[in-house]
């Protein structure tokens, strides 16, 4: 069994929202539903977390456009 030491499962319950309330309100259930499905197909916690910036990172350069 691998250990989570960097306690990543901790840091997608604690950021999800935190991350998500940073979208704009069209977008956040989307996301939502999509981070939920990735767990639930068995996604690592770090992949799930990394998708998760990476999602809110790319919306935001796309608002800066």
Do not use: C
Request: charged share 35%; aromatic share 8%.
């Amino acid at each position: 069994m691998v250990r989570d030491i960097h306690n990543l499962k901790g840091v997608l319950k604690r950021d999800t929202e935190r991350q998500i309330s940073k979208l704009p309100s069209e977008d956040r259930e989307g996301v939502k539903q999509f981070i939920y499905e990735l767990s639930a197909q068995g996604y690592s916690a770090g992949r799930v977390v990394k998708y998760l910036y990476s999602l809110v990172g790319i919306r935001k350069k796309l608002d800066e456009a």
